[in-house]
């Protein structure tokens, strides 16, 4: 065999690829993640003796790890839609807040029990505790058809603790500077030097997203869009690389920017890639499964699990009493620390800054140079046990398999409102559809005519069905898919019934002509269940937060009336 300096870079590729498939096929078989099997075909392939594969095979390749975590940044902070977000900002301030406090101090003051290490670098290990790794999360979520509120607080927290990890570390880096340097630091030039970072992003991202959001709307022609949105992805990862900011950040940006300023199409970048991700997700995790060498434990040793049991720890005591402080419901609560365990590429990166700061090498040597054993010893743990803790989470959170078509898909969280407070119907059916519009993002010109239609409907006949439940209705314009929205009043609302019992919940559906069958099976769906129903209506009427409605709503045990579409078309 020709020596790895020699070897074709896509006979490396295949190679890679056909054992990273393989192994997360065997993964699956044994009910594990396939990310979990793929790294461990980067750890055999690393470790089997093929000259084949060296640092020139990982150097070779590094365009695809990059273009591929670029790809999962972009998913990921697409998930940051402040619209969809709305109800869930309380849960991801707190979650951010305690998790950045919890793990950084845990961290660095577990690894300042050691000589060896300063208390400043120390620091800046906590703060590379933070991060998530985004690409294991997505394609766990993607893998186990996962959605809901639990998977929307999940992947935006991800987005969020990596922005807040990379923030941190500029912070933490300047600050052990100045500190081994000068002993006070200059608190001013170190949030300078940080925000910069943050800022230069942003730009970056900034202006990928509005080129591409330009493209969009000039074009729709399919293969048009894909090549736009590759170019809008290698340019705001090699701009980034380029200048010497995160690369990994930059994308973050162009996900979110994405998401909030183009209506209905928040995910242009990595939906045009979806039909070959899960070749470049192998290829990915095969090759980080490469770059997480045994080797280093046995110089890192106690350091190493020292941080990898402090940042645990961490995440689940912050996961975990953040959700409970949010009012989440107990599926969340319960399980959210677990999910945030996986770790790899923003580590990894940032030690390489690290490994390259010339200034720390030269004022603490020896503490620098344990910074890749620990890291990357850590990662071994992170990235082999961090899968399969986060699926167990997504398991226990009942919402695997839930990435389906279903009958009441149109009302999701941030489409729910509970304390709906109304004299009588109108005021009920005023409020609800300026929820619409807010919440479904719609054009304010259809307020007026929504509202119409549904009081139209509403002088014909009362549309409180009984049971506590009113469902009025009315009709969309041609082209427009059904929405809705949900109101909530634990007292109930005093209005006409055919039984006499107060309304608890309202729901506004509207729905298009072009699907007269589907208008018909939600109204008989949900006056056939929610309005006869003394359990749902215990748990919906009651409910404290639009999560806990939601939950009620999409939970595993509401398929017999919220049913996918899928079964639905074969009755």
Do not use: W
């Amino acid at each position: 065999m020709p020596p790895a300096e020699h070897t074709e870079p896509l006979l490396m590729l295949a190679v890679v690829l056909l054992a990273g498939t393989l192994f997360g096929l065997a993964a699956k078989r044994l009910r594990l993640p396939s990310v979990t099997g793929q790294i461990l075909a980067g750890v055999f392939l690393s470790v089997a003796g093929f000259e084949l594969f060296g640092h020139h095979a990982e150097h070779a390749l590094a365009p695809i790890t990059e273009f591929a975590l670029g790809l999962m940044a972009v998913s990921v902070g697409a998930h940051l839609n402040f619209r969809r977000l709305r109800n869930a900002f309380r849960r991801l301030v707190l979650l951010l807040a305690l998790e950045s406090l919890f793990v950084v101090v845990a961290v660095t003051l577990a690894l300042s029990a050691f000589p060896a290490i300063d208390p400043s670098i120390a620091l800046i290990l906590g703060c590379i505790a933070i991060s998530t790794a985004p690409a294991t999360i997505v394609a766990l979520v993607r893998e186990a058809r996962a959605k809901g509120v639990f998977v929307k607080t999940m992947v935006a927290a991800v987005a969020l603790n990596n922005m807040a990890c990379i923030f941190g570390f500029e912070l933490s880096r300047r600050l052990a500077a100045q500190t081994l340097q000068y002993g006070t630091p200059h608190i001013s030039e170190v949030l300078v030097g940080a925000s910069s970072q943050l800022l230069e992003a942003a730009l970056t991202g900034g202006l990928g997203a509005i080129a591409m959001i330009a493209v969009a709307k000039a074009v729709r022609r399919p293969e048009v869009l894909t090549t736009a949105g590759l170019i809008a992805l290698l340019l705001t990862v090699g701009i980034a690389q380029h200048y010497g900011y995160s690369a990994l950040l930059s994308c973050l940006f162009l996900g979110l920017f994405q998401a909030n300023f183009t209506r209905g199409r928040e995910h242009i970048v990595d939906r045009l890639f979806r039909d070959f991700e899960p070749s470049i997700l192998a290829v990915f995790f095969t090759l980080a499964g490469m770059e997480l060498s045994l080797e280093h434990a046995s110089v890192a040793g106690a350091l190493a699990m020292t941080f990898f049991a402090a940042r645990a720890f961490g995440k689940v005591g912050a996961g975990y009493l953040a959700m409970r402080l949010a009012g989440a419901t107990a599926r969340v609560r319960q399980n959210m620390g677990f999910a945030l365990i996986p770790q790899a590429g923003v580590a990894v990166g940032l030690v390489v800054l690290i490994n390259a700061d010339a200034t720390l090498h030269e004022l603490a040597p020896e503490a620098v140079d344990l910074f890749s054993p620990i890291i990357l010893t850590a990662v071994v743990a992170n990235e082999v046990v961090g899968p399969i803790l986060t699926r167990f989470a997504l398991s226990r959170s009942g919402e695997v398999g839930q990435d389906r078509g279903r009958l009441l898909d149109f009302i999701h969280e941030e489409n729910i409102q509970v304390g709906l407070e109304a004299e009588t119907p109108r005021e009920a059916i005023e409020q609800l559809v300026d929820l619409l519009i807010r919440s479904h993002h719609l054009d304010p010109k259809l307020h007026a005519p929504l509202l119409e239609s549904v009081l139209e409907r509403e002088r014909q006949d009362s549309t409180c069905v009984g049971g506590g439940v009113a469902i009025p209705h009315g009709r969309l314009p041609e082209g427009m898919s059904t929405v809705g929205v949900m109101g909530i009043n634990r007292k109930g609302l005093h209005f006409d019934t055919p039984d006499g019992r107060p309304v608890h919940c309202v729901i506004l559906l509207f729905s298009s002509p072009d699907e007269p069958e589907r208008h018909l099976q939600l109204l008989s769906m949900i006056a056939g269940t929610v309005g006869s129903d003394p359990a749902i209506q215990a748990q919906l009427f009651n409910a404290r937060t639009p999560a806990h409605a939601y939950e009620v709503l999409h939970h595993e045990d509401a398929a017999e009336f919220n049913v996918f579409i899928e079964e639905l078309e074969g009755l």
